[in-house]
Nanobody
Framework: QVQLVESGGGLAQTGGSLRLSCAAS????????MGWFRQAPGKEREFVAA????????FYSDSVKGRFTISRDNAKNTLYLQMNSLKPEDTAVYYC??????????????????WGQGTQVTVSS
């Protein structure tokens, strides 16, 4: 079992920045792929960014590429999402996800088996 807890969400203005964190606990001695997803009201959960176990490969959705940066600190068992140049369309609940036993980039919700509870990000225009 892996438990994930997100933090760092809140209210930002257009053009502003927020940094999300996701603390992992439990089977953190195993290798696991991680990613960020988001879900806006009335919409399906969508992929935002993913990172390999080593952190050597990153992948982003087109909508956030160049504005968001995913990173991880395995010594602290923490995943991060630095969000810059925020737009109102970034407003959503942001979830971190993990898949134990995988080291590669995973970009679909079905590939992950552990999820956090989500943190709200609201960007005002």
């Amino acid at each position: 079992q892996v438990q994930l807890v997100e933090s760092g969400g809140g209210l930002a203005q257009t053009g502003g920045s927020l940094r999300l964190s996701c603390a992992a606990s439990g089977r953190t001695s195993d290798t696991f792929a991680m990613g960020w997803f988001r879900q806006a009201p009335g919409k399906e959960r969508e992929f935002v960014a993913a990172i390999t176990w080593s952190g050597g490969r990153l992948f982003y959705s087109d909508s956030v590429k160049g504005r968001f940066t995913i990173s991880r600190d395995n010594a602290k068992n923490t995943l991060y999402l630095q969000m810059n140049s925020l737009k109102p369309e970034d407003t959503a609940v942001y979830y971190c996800a993990a898949r134990v036993g995988y080291t590669s980039v995973l970009v679909t919700t079905s590939r992950y088996n552990y999820w956090g509870q989500g943190t709200q990000v609201t960007v005002s225009s």
